[in-house]
Protein backbone atom coordinates (compact mmCIF):
# COMPACT_ATOMS: atom_id res chain seq x y z
CA UNK A 1 0.00 0.00 0.00
CA UNK A 2 1.34 3.23 -1.10
CA UNK A 3 0.92 6.57 1.28
CA UNK A 4 0.86 10.07 0.70
CA UNK A 5 3.53 12.01 2.09
CA UNK A 6 3.95 14.92 3.36
CA UNK A 7 7.82 15.24 3.88
CA UNK A 8 10.76 13.64 5.41
CA UNK A 9 11.57 12.21 8.54
CA UNK A 10 13.97 14.14 10.71
CA UNK A 11 14.96 11.79 12.70
CA UNK A 12 16.02 8.59 10.04
CA UNK A 13 17.94 8.57 6.76
CA UNK A 14 15.76 7.96 4.68
CA UNK A 15 12.46 7.84 5.65
CA UNK A 16 9.31 9.70 4.55
CA UNK A 17 6.47 11.15 6.71
CA UNK A 18 3.45 9.04 5.45
CA UNK A 19 -0.47 9.99 6.00
CA UNK A 20 -2.19 7.03 7.25
CA UNK A 21 -5.21 5.92 8.22
CA UNK A 22 -5.85 4.12 11.36
CA UNK A 23 -8.94 3.58 13.65
CA UNK A 24 -9.01 4.32 17.56
CA UNK A 25 -12.15 3.54 19.59
CA UNK A 26 -13.86 2.70 16.28
CA UNK A 27 -13.01 6.09 14.77
CA UNK A 28 -11.00 7.26 12.01
CA UNK A 29 -7.93 9.16 12.62
CA UNK A 30 -4.90 10.15 10.61
CA UNK A 31 -1.51 9.33 11.94
CA UNK A 32 1.41 10.81 10.52
CA UNK A 33 4.24 8.33 10.50
CA UNK A 34 7.78 7.62 9.31
CA UNK A 35 7.86 4.98 6.66
CA UNK A 36 10.57 3.20 8.19
CA UNK A 37 8.27 2.36 11.28
CA UNK A 38 5.55 0.32 11.78
CA UNK A 39 3.38 -0.60 14.80
CA UNK A 40 0.63 -3.18 15.68
CA UNK A 41 -1.96 -2.20 16.38
CA UNK A 42 -4.29 -3.96 18.97
CA UNK A 43 -7.57 -2.39 20.89
CA UNK A 44 -6.10 0.69 22.63
CA UNK A 45 -2.08 -1.15 22.16
CA UNK A 46 0.26 0.25 20.02
CA UNK A 47 3.71 -1.65 19.89
CA UNK A 48 7.12 -1.33 17.63
CA UNK A 49 6.89 -3.96 14.90
CA UNK A 50 10.48 -5.90 15.12
CA UNK A 51 11.11 -4.77 11.67
CA UNK A 52 10.65 -0.68 12.35
CA UNK A 53 13.86 0.87 12.63
CA UNK A 54 12.29 4.84 12.96
CA UNK A 55 9.47 5.35 15.64
CA UNK A 56 8.55 8.60 14.69
CA UNK A 57 4.92 9.50 14.48
CA UNK A 58 2.43 12.37 15.12
CA UNK A 59 -1.00 11.36 15.80
CA UNK A 60 -3.95 13.87 14.18
CA UNK A 61 -5.69 14.19 17.52
CA UNK A 62 -2.39 14.67 19.61
CA UNK A 63 -3.59 18.41 20.90
CA UNK A 64 -6.78 17.48 22.16
CA UNK A 65 -6.63 17.93 25.55
CA UNK A 66 -5.90 21.50 24.46
CA UNK A 67 -9.14 21.60 22.17
CA UNK A 68 -7.29 21.02 18.59
CA UNK A 69 -9.35 18.59 17.22
CA UNK A 70 -6.74 17.77 14.29
CA UNK A 71 -3.32 18.49 13.47
CA UNK A 72 -3.39 19.22 9.68
CA UNK A 73 -1.30 17.62 7.03
CA UNK A 74 -0.19 21.35 6.07
CA UNK A 75 0.65 22.01 9.65
CA UNK A 76 3.07 18.77 9.21
CA UNK A 77 4.60 19.97 5.93
CA UNK A 78 4.80 23.36 7.48
CA UNK A 79 6.85 21.99 11.06
CA UNK A 80 8.79 19.44 8.65
CA UNK A 81 10.18 22.36 6.72
CA UNK A 82 10.66 24.70 8.83
CA UNK A 83 11.63 23.06 12.46
CA UNK A 84 7.98 24.81 13.72
CA UNK A 85 4.65 25.33 13.34
CA UNK A 86 2.32 27.87 14.79
CA UNK A 87 -1.20 26.22 15.92
CA UNK A 88 -4.28 27.42 17.28
CA UNK A 89 -5.29 26.27 20.52
CA UNK A 90 -8.68 27.11 23.07
CA UNK A 91 -8.96 27.76 26.32
CA UNK A 92 -12.36 26.64 27.55
CA UNK A 93 -11.57 28.73 31.07
CA UNK A 94 -10.83 32.25 29.43
CA UNK A 95 -13.25 30.90 25.93
CA UNK A 96 -10.87 32.39 23.67
CA UNK A 97 -8.36 30.94 21.18
CA UNK A 98 -4.24 31.65 21.47
CA UNK A 99 -1.76 30.54 19.58
CA UNK A 100 1.77 28.63 19.97
CA UNK A 101 4.42 27.36 18.58
CA UNK A 102 4.70 23.60 17.91
CA UNK A 103 8.06 21.87 17.08
CA UNK A 104 9.20 18.09 16.36
CA UNK A 105 9.76 15.96 19.08
CA UNK A 106 11.18 12.54 19.24
CA UNK A 107 9.69 11.22 21.88
CA UNK A 108 5.85 12.90 21.55
CA UNK A 109 6.06 13.85 17.53
CA UNK A 110 4.94 17.18 18.50
CA UNK A 111 5.61 19.62 21.13
CA UNK A 112 4.11 22.56 22.14
CA UNK A 113 6.24 25.42 23.42
CA UNK A 114 4.74 26.86 25.82
CA UNK A 115 6.81 29.48 27.41
CA UNK A 116 7.19 31.66 23.98
CA UNK A 117 3.86 33.91 23.40
CA UNK A 118 2.33 34.24 19.85
CA UNK A 119 1.20 37.66 19.35
CA UNK A 120 -2.28 36.95 17.61
CA UNK A 121 -1.67 39.87 15.20
CA UNK A 122 0.98 38.30 14.03
CA UNK A 123 -0.55 35.49 12.51
CA UNK A 124 -0.28 34.75 9.01
ZN1 LIG B 1 12.15 8.03 10.42
Redesign the pocket.
Known sequence: MRYKTLGK?P??DD?KIEVRKIEVDAKPLKLYA????HWKFEFDMCELADDAT?S?RIFQNQFLRWNKKAISENEIRTVLAEQQVKVRLYSARAKKEYFKWAVLDQEYGLSIVWDVDIDEEEKE
Open positions: CYCGCSNACF
